[in-house]
């Protein structure tokens, strides 16, 4: 089994910057594939970022330029740097972690999931 715990979010002012950290603990392996995805409220969950073991990464269009995802195997922990924040932006944050995802932005393919973690962007 894998244990991922999310930490990070918080409450902070339209442009301002959080980062998140994933600390993923148990049967984890280096090679795993990370990713964060986040959920509002009424809405479904949906992709954010992703990294590969290679530190090849993935950013979904509507944070690119803004988040930077990153990860640190001797740590096992995964970040999600988070800059020019928005209010929709707002959403609980998720770590997740899988052995083989074929397709990074598809939750479906990972295997953990952390609780999450309060993000909320005032305007």
């Known amino acids: 089994q894998v244990q991922l715990v999310e930490s990070g979010g918080g409450l902070v002012q339209a442009g301002g910057s959080l980062r998140l950290s994933c600390v993923a603990s148990g049967r984890i392996e280096s090679t795993y594939c990370m990713g964060w995805f986040r959920q509002a409220p009424g809405k479904e969950r949906e992709f954010v970022a992703a990294?590969?073991?290679?530190?090849?990464?993935y950013h979904a269009d509507s944070v690119k330029g803004r988040f930077t995802i990153s990860r640190d195997n001797a740590k096992n922990t995964v970040y999600l740097r988070m800059n020019s924040l928005k209010p929709e932006d707002t959403a609980v944050y998720y770590c997740?972690?899988?052995?083989?995802?074929?397709?990074?932005?598809?939750?479906?393919?990972?295997?953990?999931w952390g609780q999450g973690t309060q993000v909320t962007v005032s305007s």
């Open positions: 990294i590969r073991w290679s530190a090849g990464t």
């Open positions: 997740a972690a899988g052995p083989v995802v074929a397709t990074p932005s598809d939750p479906e393919g990972y295997t953990y």
